[in-house]
């Protein structure tokens, strides 16, 4: 199985700081028709997850462009630029390129 | 709009069988794909399986012996079944309209218990 590696495990911000979130997978991500299957979620508290960026950089349908992905291959960033109190709960890394589908750890972004 | 609701019985006793609903809205079960995905309390997301658009199906190798996913297109509905439940099989179970979901059911908690 894929095993994808989330860093830091936990964030503390303040408003309005800006982070970002490592993930790495153990095997490339690129798929046979040339795309990269790599998925970013975030789980609110008590909420389900929500896709916020699919195939590493196009933004989810109603999520703000403080959300950017970025990366190929292996080595994936999740950035919020001017984090919001919406922004806190737990953030996912997804593959879908190899079966099984597997997800990060997460990372915890909690308030400062 | 698009909905996704999971329903099943909230309590399962140990070495017994799973039965979840998966009923969707808002879309046809035979352009998009449903899938299963599960997380224990307090932990991360496990991928379980997949109802294509076709009809096929595609199961996580590590729960394939137990696990069985279904469809009734006249319902619009998705089944999950996994036999031989354990306590850690306690958690929230989740569908979802596309592999990392554009949409996500609300969920429903399963605990395994005696």
């Known amino acids: 199985d894929v095993v994808m590696t989330q860093t830091p495990p936990s964030l503390s911000v303040a408003i309005g700081q800006s982070v970002s979130i490592s993930c790495k997978s153990s095997?490339?991500?690129?798929?046979?028709?040339?795309?990269?299957?790599l998925h970013w979620l975030l789980q609110s508290p008590g909420r389900s997850p929500k896709r916020l960026i699919y195939?590493?950089?196009n933004l989810g349908s109603g999520v703000p462009d403080r959300f950017s992905g970025t990366g190929s291959q292996k080595d994936f960033t999740l950035k919020i630029s001017r984090v919001e109190a919406e922004d806190l709960g737990v953030y996912y890394c997804?593959?879908?390129?190899?079966?099984?589908?597997?997800f990060g750890a997460g990372t915890k972004l909690e308030l400062k | 709009q698009v909905q996704l609701k999971e329903s099943g019985p909230g309590l399962v006793q140990p070495s017994q069988t799973l039965s979840l609903t998966c009923t969707v809205s808002?879309?046809?079960?035979?352009?998009?794909?449903v899938h299963w995905v599960r997380q224990p309390p307090g932990k991360g997301l496990e991928w379980m399986g997949r109802?294509?658009?076709?009809?096929?199906?595609s199961y996580n190798s590590a729960l394939k012996s137990r696990l069985s996913i279904s469809r009734d297109t006249s319902k619009n509905q998705v089944f999950l079944k996994m036999n031989s439940l354990q306590t850690d099989d306690t958690g929230t179970y989740y569908c979802?309209?596309?592999?990392?979901?554009?949409?996500w059911g609300q969920g429903v908690m399963v605990t395994v218990s005696s």
């Open positions: 808002g879309f046809s079960l035979t352009s998009y794909n």
């Open positions: 095997q490339s991500l690129v798929y046979s028709d040339g795309k990269t299957y």
């Open positions: 195939q590493v950089s």
């Open positions: 109802m294509r658009y076709n009809g096929d199906t």
């Open positions: 997804a593959q879908t390129t190899h079966f099984p589908y597997t």
């Open positions: 979802t309209r596309g592999a990392v979901g554009d949409y």
